[in-house]
Structure formats: C-alpha cells, structure tokens
C-alpha cells in the first residue's frame, strides 16, 4: 500500500482517480479550494482525508509523509475573457507551490496537462516531439507548468511526469459542472432542443478518451517515474 496525494482532486477526473486508487488498497490525501471540497463532496463520499489547498501548512503536512502526487490541472475552465489572467495567476501559484514543497520533500509529480499545448499546429496527429504552440491563457499555463516539471527533475533530481490530455469524456460530466468540451456542448443541445453549434468548417477532427481510460494512464504513469522526465499524450489515437 502506498499514500498518495491528490491535488485537485474534487473535480471530474481527480474524484474517479482518487476512487481507483483506494479501490487499490492505498491511502489517498486529497487537497482542493474550499468552494470545489463544498461543491462536490467528492461524488461518493470517500473515506479519506481532505483539505485545503490554499493552506501552505496543508500542503506541507501531505508531502512530509506522502509517496507521490497528483497534480490535476487547478485553471478555471473557460473563464470569462475578463477573468482569464486571475485564473492563470491563481492555478500557477497553486502549482508552483505544490512543485517548491515536492522538492523539498522529494515527492515526485504525475501532473494533467492538455493536446492545447499544440495550438494550431499543422502536424497531425499531434507527437509528443512536436513544438508546442499556446494560443491560450490556459494553454500557456500549461506549457508553462511542463516547463517548471522539467526544471525541477533536471535541477533538483524531482521524478515528473506529464499527461497531456486530449478530449475527455464519459458520465455525469455535465452534471458536476465540468462540461465545457465539445461533447458535452453537443449533449446539452441535445437535451434542450436547440441546434448543434459546431464551429468552423466542420472538417475538423478530434480526438476523445474515455474518462475511465485517462484514470487508468495517470495510475500507469507511476511506473515510468523514475526514467528520465517525459510527457506523454492521453488519446484513443483514433480522431474522429
């Protein structure tokens, strides 16, 4: 049995990661922004131990004892165009935080990134050798975040990896707040009757993975740890 942390760990894809690993037998510490620990109660009320991700202290008692940690993606979705540099500074101080204490305590990270890292890129499909190119504030956060990793695993010896994560889907994602993806749009319309909004010339392709597929890649990538610092794309390698 291992203890594991889990940040952000109350939304869509933390709360099905943080139940698979306990359905393994470990110890799960979950940490999170009050207002998501109020709002999503975790789904299916697990039995482990929450608190506060804003709390420095919190952070430090996890990593003193954990074996390592998750680090889900922390950025407001899709904010108000207002709002977008808040969310960028919020999610990166909550990130470079949880790096600076992992490297204290030489937690090694398995951290969310996303296919948005890429930007525009003509190179289809997307390589994990490809130049990234951000096109939004969330995008440049994340590369941003995959930048840091690679800093404190080649500086400080800190075991990372990376998922960049493409299109996911599954259950109840519109009902936990989480659906701002294509498909969720697409099942909204749906169920209120109104057209399908699909942009551009419709010639796009995408590609989705399952969200009981992505929780089976970030449990995988605790095997890879300890190789050199890699990213890795979580797809289906089918674009539709």
């Known amino acids: 049995m291992a203890n594991y942390l889990v940040a952000n760990g109350c939304g869509y894809i933390g709360a099905r990661l943080v139940k698979a690993l306990l ?15 109020a709002r999503h109660c975790l789904v299916d009320c697990y039995p482990l131990e929450v608190g506060e991700l804003l709390n420095p202290a919190e952070i430090d008692r996890a990593m003193s004892y954990v074996d ?10 899709n904010p108000a165009r207002t709002r977008a540099m808040e ?7 909550i990130s470079y935080l949880l790096f600076e204490r992992a490297v204290n305590y030489q937690v090694p990270i398995i951290f969310s990134s996303s296919a948005s890292v890429y930007g525009s890129s003509p190179s289809l ?10 096109q939004t504030v969330h995008a440049v ?3 941003s975040l995959e930048l840091l990793a690679k800093k404190c695993s080649l500086e400080n010896a800190l075991p990372t990896v990376g998922l960049r994560l493409f299109n996911v889907y599954g259950p109840r994602r519109l009902n936990e707040g989480a659906g701002d993806d294509v ?3 697409l099942v909204r319309s749906t169920l209120e009757c109104r057209p399908m909004t ?23 990538a605790l095997e890879t740890l300890f190789q050199s610092p890699k990213l890795y ?8």
């Open 125 to 134: 499909p997307f390589k994990e050798c490809d130049t990234a190119q951000p």
């Open 183 to 185: 498909v969720s749009h």
């Open 87 to 93: 969310s960028f500074e919020c999610a990166r101080s």
């Open 23 to 37: 359905s393994l037998g470990h110890s799960v510490k979950v940490l999170d922004t009050r207002e998501r620990i």
């Open 198 to 220: 699909v942009f551009g010339d419709g010639n796009q392709c995408r590609d989705f993975i399952y969200i009981n597929d992505v929780v089976n890649h970030f449990i995988a």
């Open 233 to 240: 794309n979580v797809c289906n390698g089918r674009p539709i």
């Open 68 to 77: 390592v940690c998750f680090l889900l993606d922390p950025f407001v979705q």
């Open 141 to 143: 956060y994340l590369r």
